[in-house]
């Protein structure tokens, strides 16, 4: 057989990969190398232990097997080798149960063995490998598991995580030899860095691979805060949203830090909550210019605080914390001009928002929850209310319509009744969201349970309320 001298594996049976077979992909050399004997011989049951890396699930759906067996006996004989040559490549496994009292240790066949101790055998065939052990029990454990077995991707994951650490191979040269995608290993190995708490709920089939791996993407720090958020709510159904909650607290905790190093750097006061002012109070005390700045770090009045919705967690803002002012009184107009000015600036943040969110649904049965509650409370799909959602349905590409236009509103409305399943349901629950936004911008009114419940919900998806908004989301929570 040809050598490998670019990857450095001349003598390693794992850079081996022979053209792959009807037994299933790339397993021709691998079942002819584990049965490099010329004869098998027939070794009692008792004397043979499991591999301790096999899963549970390995020896499940037998009965056929076992049928087969007890009629006709095993015909393929199985592999093994002895325990001291085993514990010898796996020292990690000397102590375990499964060894305790065994001459031999299964490396293929696990289904074989099982089957015919459920049918009473006393005795198995087996080939027994002596030389290349340690390249042998790698190779086994991942084409016995991976290849003719569904497994728990945690299994899946630390059989990867063996046979690289012990034969040395990349994530492309193991990918090779098993016959995957280097994607599928790069993905499996990515569980391995989820706490514990979570990895056991991938096993038990808690959280869904799609939810795991997008936890896998994040910062440490994110990973063990989504796993203490999941353990105190009890269960992983709220996943995305508790990801979203915990990306939403890490990145305020980054922002809050910069904001107390630079207060130091600076010799000022870190200010890192102004929810307490008013909106009018937290522009007055707001300092823009290097004047003011410096004005108030030579009067030792200089305060600095986190920006509230800034991508980058380096920015902060400057503030005085000197007695405020009291301002001129404005007139009537002045004060619903500047109000008008807040509001709107408060909702294109929200629209904005709510376009990112719009390619991003929740699961089934949340989208089906909001749009319950918003019928059951009076949903008003009336022009406003479209033109909100036509920009929605059109970023989610539900609709072809123009959203640019409101002329073409009756269009977009002839158009939401064709879509089905999984589009309909997307699609009225955008339009619940673009209700729940119209009643958050009435003009004249003040805000109370809905509108509240409303820009929560954006909160926890990583929406940042403006000042404007934090005023009056305290002033409705004190009246409830």
């Known amino acids: 057989m040809a050598t490998n001298k670019k990857s450095g594996m001349q003598s390693n049976p794992l850079a081996r990969r022979s053209t792959p077979k009807a037994g299933g992909p790339g397993t021709g050399s691998v079942i002819t190398a584990l049965q490099a004997q010329t004869a098998p011989q027939a070794i009692p049951l008792d004397d043979i232990a499991y591999h301790p890396d096999n899963p549970p699930e390995r020896v499940t759906d037998i009965d056929q097997l076992t049928d087969s067996i007890r009629q006709v ?40 063995h099982a089957a015919s101790v459920r049918a009473g055998k006393s005795e198995v065939p087996a080939y027994i490998r002596r030389d290349d052990i340690a390249a042998l029990v790698d190779t086994a454990i991942l084409h016995e598991n991976l290849h003719r077995l569904e497994i728990s991707p945690i299994v899946e994951a630390r059989s990867y995580q063996h046979a690289m650490e012990r034969q040395g191979l990349s994530q492309r040269q193991l990918a090779a030899h098993a016959a995957l995608p280097q994607s599928q290993i790069s993905k499996r190995l990515a569980l391995l860095t989820l706490p514990e708490s979570l990895q056991a709920r991938i096993t038990s089939g808690d959280l869904a691979l799609g939810d795991a791996a997008a936890i896998a ?71 823009t210019s290097k004047a003011e700045i410096s004005k108030a770090r030579k009067a030792g009045t200089l305060a600095v605080a986190p920006a509230s919705r800034s991508e980058d967690p380096e920015e902060v803002r400057f503030y005085t914390t000197a007695p405020a002012s009291t301002p001129p009184q404005s007139t009537r107009e002045e004060v619903e001009r500047a109000e008008a000015r807040e509001q709107k600036t408060a909702r294109r943040a929200r629209r904005a928002h709510l376009l990112e969110r719009a390619t991003r649904p929740p699961a089934a049965a949340k989208m089906h929850e909001a749009v319950i509650s918003t019928v059951l409370n009076g949903l008003n799909l009336n022009a406003e209310v479209a033109k909100i959602a036509m920009p929605l349905t059109y970023a989610a590409e539900l609709t072809t319509t123009d959203p640019s236009s409101p002329a073409n509103g009756w269009d977009w409305r002839r158009e939401i009744p064709s879509l089905t399943g999984k589009d309909a349901l997307h699609a009225a629950w955008l339009i619940s969201l673009a209700d729940h936004e119209y009643a958050a911008s009435y003009t004249h009114s003040t805000w109370g349970p809905r509108q509240v419940d409303y820009l929560e919900q954006l909160i926890a998806t990583g929406y940042s309320p403006t000042p404007w908004e934090s005023e009056r989301l305290t002033h409705a929570r004190a009246r409830a």
């Open 73 to 112: 006996g095993v015909i393929t004989p199985i592999t093994v080798v002895t325990r001291e040559a085993f514990v010898a490549v796996r020292p990690d496994l000397a102590d375990h149960p499964a060894l305790e009292g065994r001459e031999w240790v299964t490396l293929a066949g696990h289904r074989r």
């Open 217 to 287: 993407a994040t910062d440490p720090e994110v990973r063990h805060l989504v796993a203490e958020l999941i353990e105190q709510a009890g269960t992983s159904q709220d996943t995305p949203r508790l990801l979203r909650q915990a990306e939403a607290q890490v990145a305020r905790a980054a922002r809050e830090r910069a904001a107390t190093e630079r207060a130091q750097a600076e010799g000022a006061t870190p200010l890192l909550d102004t929810n307490s002012w008013s909106w009018a109070e937290e522009q007055q005390r707001r300092l």
